[in-house]
């Protein structure tokens, strides 16, 4: 359900549409719906949102804001990602509160997982 002033979608770039589409299938088995050539969105996976034809990627390194998802088997989800075709950048590392990695799809846009243990 919408809510008033709350987050609700999120928007990345992609320079191949296919291949990052194929990726969170693979990955987190995403679905999506295609709204033309150059733009694909998806729903229920905690923030609904999509990914429009660009030269450009999201990372942090450029200042783009991360989106982090939650795994309850952090080594499980690390090697779903890599035979997925995510490339690892930051492997698992502790932090206060957790154990996380960072990784990046097939069009350059970086995220993360954290999990508790």
């Not at 088995?29 to 729903?43: E, K, L, M, R």
């Not at 995510?86 to 097939?106: A, C, K, M, T, W």
Request: no cysteine; charged share 20%.
């Amino acid at each position: 359900m919408n809510q008033h002033e709350k987050l609700n979608y999120v928007e990345f770039p992609t320079r191949d549409i296919d291949a990052t589409k194929a990726f969170f299938k693979t990955a987190f088995s995403w679905s999506f719906i295609d709204y033309g050539p150059d733009y694909t969105a998806f729903t229920g996976q905690g923030l609904d949102g999509g990914f429009y034809k660009s030269e450009l990627s999201s990372t942090i390194a450029k200042g783009s804001a991360l989106l982090v998802f939650y795994s309850g088997n952090l080594e499980e989800t690390l090697n779903t990602v890599k035979r997925a075709g995510g490339e690892i950048i930051n492997d698992i590392f502790s932090f206060p509160g957790g154990r996380r990695f960072h990784f990046v799809e097939p069009s350059g846009n970086e995220f993360a997982v954290w999990s508790e243990i």
